[in-house]
DNA sequence: CAAATGACTAAGCGCTTGCTTAGTCTGTCA
DNA sequence: TGACAGACTAAGCAAGCGCTTAGTCATTTG
C-alpha cells in the first residue's frame, strides 16, 4: 500500500523469489523510516519481513542493494508521474500547475519513501548515487522546459528559470519532511494548494 | 565559521572548558553533516576535535547530547533570525519578503547545520525532541501572524494561512537539501529569488 | 526416482560500537 | 608547598554490527 510500484507495473510473476524481495523491500521501507539507513540492522529488516537475517542475502547483496531498490523504484515512478503530467495538456500555465500538483501529490502519498530517498542519498554508493542523481536532473529538466515554454509563449513572467525551477520542486519535495498521512490534511488538498501557489509564482501580475 | 553562535552571544568566557566545548560541536557538525547522525562514531568526533574519546564525555554525556545542543542552537538562532525581520517593517507584504528571505539566506549560510538539525529530528530523545518542536511551533506561529496580518489589513490575498505558511517555510529549509555554499548561487541572491517568489504568492492578484 | 536447484535457517566470525574505569597530569589556591 | 579539582588518556567491556558458513528442506527437472 505504501511501497512504491516496482518499474515494470508490478516485477511479479507468480513465483516465491520476487514475492520475498516485495516483503523485504516493503520490511526495508519502514525500517529505514523509522530509524534511518545507518540506524537501522539487517536483523530489523529480516524480522519486519518475517525471516532469517542470513535469508535477506539470498536476495540482496548488501543493505545498501536496499536502499538502492528503494531510491530507484522511487525516482522512476515520480519522474513518470512528472511526464505523464507534463504532457498531458498544451496550456503552459496549466502544464506547471498539473506537474506541481501531480508531483506534490505523489510525494504525500509515498511520503515515507519520499523521506528515505531524499535523507539517505549519501549513504548511496557513489556508483548507485550516479544513477540516481540522473534521474534527479530529469525531474529539474521537466520543470525547467515547463517554464521555458511558458516565458516564450510569453504567458509567464519568470526572471530566473533555474532558481524557480528549484523552489517549485522544493514545494512539492518539502512536503515529505512534515507530511504524515492520515492527519487533517489530504493529499489532494495539498497538491491543490501548491497548484495554486505555483500559478502564482509563475504568472503574469497585474 | 559555519558554528551558529550559542545563544548567549557566545557562551565563551576565557575558561578551557567552553572552548572545548565549542571544539567539541564544531567536530560534531563536521562528522554528523559527513555520515549522518547513526553513521557517526564517538570516535570520530573525538579525533575530528583532536582528543581521545573518553575526553568527549567530560563535556557531554551522549553522543545525543551534543545532537541537541547543535539543534537547540540552531533553532534558537533561525528563531531569533526571524523574529527580528519581523519586528523590522510594518508593511505586511514587505514583512513576509524580508522574513522568508531572512530565513532563507541562513538556512544558506548554516546549510549544514539545516541539514542535520532538519533530518536528525527523530533521533532526539523524546524530552529534547519536545523542546525543539516548541521552536518549530514558534517559528511556524511568526509566519502565521504575519500572513493573518496582510490578509486582515486587505493587502494579501491568501486562502489557506496556514498552508501557505508551511509552504513559504518549505521554499526557505529545503534547500539545505541541495544548497552547497561555495557553488554558484549566493546566499544573499537565493534570499532575493525566494523574497520575490513570496511577493507573489500572497500578493493580491490583478 | 535420483539429481539438481534454490529459498531458507542456526550458528557464529571478526569487528566496531557507545560508553566506563582507573589513573595521570596541570594549574589553582589556602 | 601540598592538597585538591578538573581536563584528559590508555585500556577495555559488553553489546551489537554486517555478513558468511554449513547445512536442511521442499520443489523442479531429466
Redesign the pocket.
Known sequence: MSTIPASPPASDDG???SA?RERLVEAAIEAFAASGFAG?????I?SRA??????V???Y????DLLFEISRRGHRNSLQILKTAAESTDDPLDRVALMVSEFSRWHAVYSRVGRIVQYEFGALTPEHRREIAAYRRGIESLVREALTAGVEAGEMDVEDVKGTALALLSLSIDLVRWYRPGGPVTPKELAELHANLARKMVSRQR
Chains 1, 2 share one sequence.
Open positions: 513465483d516465491r523469489s520475498t537501522t540492522t539487517t536483523r530489523d529480516a518475517g525471516m532469517s537475517p542470513a535469508a542475502y539470498v536476495h547483496a548488501t543493505k545498501e
